[in-house]
């Protein structure tokens, strides 16, 4: 099984990114897919999630109106297009594969959002 996240870097405040997640090892199309993320000191903390069949999407608070996660089944992938970025959005961020007790980790990709 592996994660790969692809897409990080360092933005200006209000700028976009979008990250990528490629999977394999295991069926994406019937897993749950989410984004979490962990700054500097501070525990790690889910950003948003895309369900299987049908694709519900939830979101944290935080991030609502400017991240938006997608997922594309044929190429195994998970999106998260993150815009309008502010200097607290900067983090580790991880894609997260569940299917009930199942649960997958990719290595994260680091964010900073900086002048």
């Known amino acids: 099984v592996q994660l790969v996240e692809s897409g990080g870097g360092l933005v200006q405040p209000g700028g976009s990114l979008r990250l990528s997640c490629v999977a394999s090892g295991f069926t994406f199309s019937s897993y749950v897919m989410s984004w979490y993320r962990q700054a500097p000191g501070k525990g790690r903390d889910v950003v948003a999630s895309?369900?299987?069949?049908?694709?519900?999407?939830n979101y944290a608070d935080s991030v609502k109106g400017r991240f938006t996660i997608s997922r594309d089944n044929a190429k195994k992938t998970v999106y998260l297009q993150m815009n309008s970025l502010k200097p607290d959005d900067t983090a580790v961020y991880y894609c997260n594969a569940q299917y009930v007790d199942l649960r997958y980790w990719g290595k994260g990709t680091l964010v900073t959002v900086s002048a």
């Open positions: 895309i369900f299987p069949f049908g694709g519900t999407t």
